[in-house]
């Protein structure tokens, strides 16, 4: 689990990095561009001093919440987007090129997995691997081979994929290792503690919390040694490498993408950032408690859940994340139980897509987020027609398991 000075830090954040008149939080700047008294000051922001010009490449709000995102991963440096998906694209576009390798998890994200699609599009090859097995991460390295992408927990299975030996073999083979660190969140493990070289989160979900704002986070863990990756622009090629990756992605991925965070946005996330950790025990406990009660219930089939000692992953969670196993749950009801009856049954549950809010949300995947794939993908992959997601929130727990319990009761 996270260092012991992680609320703290992020609470006290924007005033020991300075904001007018006592403020506590910094403003909310609405400023389009940056005006400057002296000419030479001007020209020093675009040949490279930090500062701020025009805010399609940040503002001193979305400036705040990188130094937050930043001190959660304990990195050097972050570039905030408009989404997570925004800061998934801009790091697969501007750091891999045509003819590049990538090795992937094969349980990632469904709109990830989708974006992996356009980048073959495009040129750049893809292989898909079981990466809670080290060995199969391994086997699929090429010449080619640029980046290795790996969630810290997935959706909907919960798989828990072999971060700490991908992240050794990484280091040793100086290949740039990339976690999608949404789900298990930096409270739960940091990328650095891993050895990822960058870790990308989506802001929506556990660090902003209360589904109010959309965003997404790039983080360099300074583990990286970008000297020795070829495709830096000679551009960016100038000055202490360890600032050459971030640079490119805020370049290439923000300024000429544009897909940027707002102020606004930012200062709703980094309001709920302030409450990451008290969220997330309460969620992780919740969502422990609920595991265990559908478990032992008659009318479940199958509770898939990495607190639980029968998940194939359960040692390997505990080690990673310190005995906390984070807030999905992922449920199969018995075949007799009528799916949409049962649904529409739930009063505290929300029927609702979108993981890491503070309400408890529950989604069919099958005739939802893997609608798509049609019933023979379905069946390979093991997801059958009973099969629930649940995002487990904040609420009281009895709550929570009384409303499961009284919709299977019905
Ligand atoms: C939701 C999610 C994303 C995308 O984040 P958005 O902010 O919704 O664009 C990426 N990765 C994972 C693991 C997610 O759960």
Redesign the pocket.
């Known amino acids: 689990m996270s260092n012991n000075h992680f609320t703290t830090s992020i609470l006290h954040s924007d005033r020991r990095l300075g904001t007018e008149d006592g403020a506590v939080h910094k403003p909310i700047h609405p400023s389009a561009q940056y005006a400057f008294n002296k000419a030479e000051d001007l020209v020093a922001v675009f040949q490279g001093r930090p500062g701020f010009s025009y805010a399609r490449q940040g503002t001193p709000t979305t400036g705040a919440l990188e130094a937050k995102i930043t001190q959660m991963e304990e990195g050097v440096n972050s570039v905030v987007f408009a989404?997570?998906?925004a800061a998934?694209a801009a790091v697969f576009m501007t750091l891999l090129k045509q003819g590049d390798h990538i090795i992937s998890s094969q349980y990632i994200?469904g709109?990830?997995n989708s974006l992996l699609g356009t980048l073959q599009n495009l040129g750049v090859e893809v292989t898909l691997v079981d990466a809670t097995d080290l060995e199969q991460v391994k086997a699929a390295r090429r010449p080619e081979t640029r980046m290795v992408f790996v969630?810290s927990l997935a959706?909907p299975g919960t798989h828990v994929c072999d971060l700490q030996g991908i992240g050794d073999w990484c280091a040793a083979e100086r290949l740039l290792y990339v976690l999608?660190n949404?789900?298990a969140s930096p409270w739960l493990c940091t990328g650095k503690a891993v050895k990822a070289g960058l870790v990308v989160n989506?802001l929506?979900?556990h660090i902003g919390g209360h589904a109010n704002a959309?965003?997404?986070a790039v983080t360099d863990t300074g583990l990286f040694d970008w000297s020795t990756y070829p495709n830096i622009s000679d551009v960016y090629r100038t000055g202490n490498p360890a600032g050459w990756g971030l640079t490119q992605i805020k370049k290439k991925g923000l300024r000429d993408m544009g897909a940027t965070l707002s102020s606004d946005a930012a200062h709703r996330i980094a309001a709920g950032a302030e409450t990451l950790a008290l969220r997330m025990g309460k969620a992780c406990d919740n969502a422990l408690a609920l595991a265990r009660a559908l478990s032992a219930h008659p009318r479940v089939a199958r509770v898939i859940y990495p607190g639980l000692e029968q998940h194939p992953q359960h040692e390997r969670a505990k080690q990673l994340f310190g005995g906390r196993y984070g807030a999905l749950v992922a449920v199969e009801l018995d075949d007799a139980v009528d799916l949409f009856a049962f649904l529409n049954r739930l009063k505290v549950l929300v029927l609702a897509t979108h993981?890491g809010d503070n309400r408890s949300l529950v989604l069919p995947v099958a005739h939802t987020i893997y609608y798509e794939m049609g019933p023979q993908l379905r069946a390979q992959m093991g997801i059958s027609d009973n099969q629930l997601r649940i995002s487990v929130g904040i609420e009281d727990t009895n709550d929570l398991i009384q409303d499961f319990e009284q919709a299977l009761a019905g």
């Open positions: 989404t997570g998906m998934l994200f709109n990830t969630e959706n999608d949404t789900l989506s929506s979900k959309l965003g997404g993981v």
